[in-house]
Antibody
Framework: EVQLVESGGGLVQPGGSLRLSCAASGFTFKNFWMSWVRQGPGKGLEWVANIKEDGSEKHYVDSVKGRFTISRDNAQNSMYVQMSGLRVEDTAVYYC????????????WGQGTMVIVSS | DIQMTQSPSILSASVGDRVTITCRASQSISNWLAWYQQKPGKAPKLLIYKASNLEGGVPSRFSGSGSGTEFTLTISCLQPDDFATFYCQQYNNYPWTFGQGTRVEIK
């Protein structure tokens, strides 16, 4: 079964750091771009970052540039996002998503992990 | 950044209705547009990619059309399982952006 499972969410104080993980299974992970997408409480979807198959290319939404770092370990079939300088407005469910080959759209999503930034 | 604007924001409809949701891009995105369905507490699900291509396993009552700046998602005969929030997303230019969502609710 093709699956993405996020972990690492939790409660963190403003200015703090957190590392989210996304474990992939059921497909050849190294062949796909991967992304993080977030959704604030009661809000819409926001693309956060993505990373090329071999990790050589990365893109970020402006609001997280310089604070978030996306990475991947193809040997471990995993993707990560290191988040630092967290702000209250980063509070959201964070989804990892696969950019589906010829589709280019997000064809596989994880169940999400909740990040709460609060004092 | 490319702004994606969906209309309406809320749509009240009955089972069996034909429903159309519109998504407008602030500049041309060719056909680099996807539609997703999201139910409360769940991850989004891909319905349509490249504006008009139906994702595998998605019922044929869903269809997408458009190119450039104007796109539509149509549900030909609304079913009880279709009550959800729908999002469009452009992936022509970074940052990739989503519309604000259209909630389809029971009339």
């Amino acid at each position: 079964e093709v699956q993405l499972v996020e972990s690492g969410g939790g409660l963190v104080q403003p200015g703090g750091s957190l590392r989210l993980s996304c474990a992939a299974s059921g497909f050849t992970f190294k062949n796909f771009w991967m992304s993080w997408v977030r959704q604030g409480p009661g809000k819409g979807l926001e693309w956060v970052a993505n990373i090329k198959e071999d990790g050589s290319e990365k893109h970020y939404v402006d609001s997280v540039k310089g604070r978030f770092t996306i990475s991947r370990d193809n040997a471990q079939n995993s993707m990560y996002v290191q988040m630092s300088g967290l702000r209250v407005e980063d509070t959201a469910v964070y989804y990892c998503a696969r950019k589906g080959g010829f589709r280019d759209a997000f064809d596989i999503w994880g169940q999400g992990t909740m990040v709460i930034v609060s004092s | 950044d490319i702004q994606m604007t969906q209309s309406p924001s809320i749509l009240s409809a009955s089972v069996g209705d034909r429903v159309t949701i519109t998504c407008r891009a602030s500049q041309s995105i060719s056909n680099w547009l996807a539609w997703y369905q999201q139910k409360p507490g769940k991850a989004p699900k891909l319905l349509i990619y490249k504006a008009s291509n139906l994702e595998g396993g998605v019922p044929s009552r869903f269809s997408g059309s458009g190119s450039g700046t104007e796109f539509t998602l149509t549900i030909s005969c609304l079913q009880p399982d279709d009550f959800a929030t729908f999002y469009c997303q452009q992936y022509n230019n970074y940052p990739w952006t989503f519309g604000q969502g259209t909630r389809v609710e029971i009339k």
